[in-house]
């Protein structure tokens, strides 16, 4: 089968567009999504999330799909019948939280229904979508059989291979991060590890079950978490000593095995997201995590906390903080990205407002309608140097930030607060 692959990709996202733009190099892909207006901009050669060059995307794109007569390329498509002769689907759709935080696997059954339509005997299903233990075998397969009328392991078969892309990286790019792999059968595995080694430069793991892959990709995030919720804890302990935690954490790092993690706000799709998975199926099975949880609950807590540390700055320069003026820079959840999926920089904002603080938030990597559709904020679409603030709070460090004079939009004794700590520390009054 190695020469006869024909895949389809289910999500053209952060994550399933530079996966499809890769195999694209090797094999005959379709990049599936149900975005039309998503379609329409990659099959043009652009892609707004900026995570896949315009110019690697041009290379591999072509008019027509490839599948049909066995051509190297990717074309990008929302008709369904377009996937149907593929013999390899890999689902690379999101996996939020709902309101609760409660895992919400609507997008991941929703894909598994589309596939299920076209699925055909031998082919494979492969997903990447950041999930708990159990959800491959237990929510997705009894999806595909139901609706395909095919039965699991017979007819069809499955793998997981959980995404490792991080957004914004131009570094770490998709085939220069080792990928665990895993199949329903141990022949299927295999065969699962040999595709994903043959475009991945950084070599593979082939877990021994879908099981196993799918926690060591929740654990991943959950670690992270839990490494920079002890991290924030020290912020808080060591704000109320008046000690700098960058200082205190750059004379820690000089012990050769310190882990060196920054306080911050941690949002996105993946760490702030993950570990409620995890915490989710060990709750369901009995056990009720409690670290997990407890990193879960701080992390959460640190857009309260900055903005509190930024109106006791106000109180000790003597500005009123009801009607005080603040510029918010950054609304995406991390620097250089345009990412604005679950930014807890939005939790600064609510917290200052709630305050009575006038917050206005400028970010140059974001759509300006997708900022409103949103979050529905007070967002500027350029500043203003006759535009003078109360304070500036820098809660994302897009490149742009970092070579901004602030002072040009303070007033004589407005407060500068780096949630960052990337700028000098003789030029703000605190950070976090």
Known sequence: MNDQYKIAVIGLGYV????????????????????????????????????????????????????????????????????????????????????????????????????AKVLAKNDIVIYESTVYPGVTEEECIPVLEQKSGLIFNQDFFAGYSPERINPGDKKHTVEKILKVTSGSTPEIGKIVDNLYRSVIIAGTHLAPSIKVAEASKVIENSQRDINIAFINELAKIFSLMDIDTNDVLEAAGTKWNFLKFQPGLVGGHCIGVDPFYLAQKAQEIGYYSELILAARRLNDSMGAFVASQIVKLLINKDIKVKGAKILNLGITFKENCPDIRNSKAIDVIRALEE??????TYDPWVDEKEVNREYSLNYLSQLKEDNKYDGIVLTVAHKEFLELDFSKFLNEQGVIYDVKGVLPKEKVDKRL
């Open 16 to 115: 399933g567009l530079p996966l499809a733009r890769l195999f694209a190099t090797k094999y005959s892909v379709i990049g599936f999504d149900i975005n039309q207006n998503r379609i329409e901009e990659l099959n043009s050669g652009n892609d707004s999330t900026l995570e896949v060059d315009n110019q690697n995307l041009k290379e591999v794109l072509i008019k027509n799909n490839p599948i049909e007569n066995n051509e190297i390329g990717l074309f990008c498509s929302s008709n369904i019948s377009d996937i149907k002769n593929a013999n390899i689907y890999i689902v690379t759709v999101p996996t939020p939280v709902d309101k609760n935080n409660r895992p919400d696997l609507t997008p991941l059954k929703k894909a598994s229904e589309t596939v």
């Open 355 to 360: 305050y009575g603080i006038k917050v206005e």
